[in-house]
């Protein structure tokens, strides 16, 4: 039937287009994972898709279909990211560092707006309507984590050498297990925590690394990135479905002081990122303006995509 057939191809034409707006999602998320001082998770609110993001991660087995085609073309988005954008981001965070972190700064607080609607939300829903002491409380202390956790941060030297031994396999899953947590958690930097630890360089040696190795076709040094990598990645797996349930757990129970303690974490960001990028060493009024604009460019963006988001 004509009506039949063009509802069909309606409804198939709106899915391409989530599907499409979801592999884009999943790049700004995979690019903000090797950025220290930027947060997936934080891009991931402020894109309007973390709480699904973490239900279907949570309850991957329960509806196995549904989640997976909503979170293939996120993963497969930040692989993009994460590995096609490697190198590009060692130039801009080279020779560009201020432009680049006010562009993500600008894609972070641009999510704020549809995050205070679903903080709203929640609160309306408790006797009296209103924002308490615990929301305040909840703000204040994870706004104090986000400005605490960079200043942590040390210098980690030059690259590790890493070998195909027991020893680094099980460095590099443990690696990934924090690193994946922390890269769920809105406002903590997973690549920032990996300096804290000494390892970022290192592991984003390896991403790199496997895509010169592949462009140069060096198997053999194609085979060791992805030896060091493989550990690595099952730990992030890992980790990311170990926190999911924790946040899933905290968004039933207690959904306005997570949401309160979100806001906390992404207000912070902004100077997790300039500080540990550097970029406020680096300033200069061209690198300034042109950060500023490309900021509020990726804030509507970002503010776009949230809108576009049903709850």
Not at 27 to 37: E, F, K, L, R, W
Not at 47 to 60: E, H, Q, R, T, W
Not at 118 to 137: I, Q
Not at 188 to 206: D, E, F
């Amino acid at each position: 039937r004509p009506g039949r057939r063009t509802h069909h191809f309606v409804k198939g034409t709106l899915q391409n287009m989530k599907a499409i707006l979801d592999l884009l999602r999943g790049i700004v998320i995979g690019i903000a994972n090797i950025i220290p001082g930027v947060s997936g998770g934080t891009m991931a609110v402020s894109m309007g898709i973390y709480d699904k993001l973490i239900g279907a991660v949570s309850n991957l087995f329960k509806d196995f279909k549904r989640n997976l085609l909503f979170l293939l073309p996120l993963l497969i988005g930040m692989g993009v990211g994460i590995v096609g954008f490697g190198k590009l981001l060692e130039y801009l965070l080279e020779y560009h560092v201020l432009a680049t972190c006010l562009t993500f700064v600008g894609l972070i607080l641009g999510g704020v707006p549809v995050l205070w609607v679903h903080l709203k939300g929640s609160v309306s829903k408790k006797p009296g309507g209103r924002l308490g002491a615990a929301e305040v409380a909840c703000f204040a202390l994870l706004l104090a984590v986000g400005v605490g956790l960079p200043l942590l941060q040390g210098s980690e030297g030059a690259v590790k050498a890493m070998s195909l031994s027991v020893g680094s396999i099980v460095i590099l899953f443990l690696l990934g297990v924090i690193a994946s947590a922390t890269m769920v958690i809105p406002g903590v930097s997973g690549s920032m925590v990996l300096m804290v630890l000494g390892y970022y360089s290192t592991i984003l040696a390896q991403v790199t690394g496997l895509l010169d190795s592949l462009l140069a076709r060096d198997w053999a040094a194609l085979g060791h990135c992805v030896g060091l990598l493989a550990p690595f990645g099952v730990g992030v797996v890992l980790g990311i479905f170990l926190i999911a349930k924790l946040i899933e757990w905290l968004f039933k129970k207690f959904p306005s002081q997570t949401y309160a303690a979100i806001i906390g974490l992404i207000v912070a960001s902004p100077f997790g990122i300039l500080y540990s990028s550097g970029a406020l060493e680096s300033f200069s009024t061209i690198g300034l303006i042109v950060g500023l604009v490309l900021g509020a460019a990726g804030g509507w963006v970002t503010w776009l995509m949230g809108e576009k988001e049903p709850a």
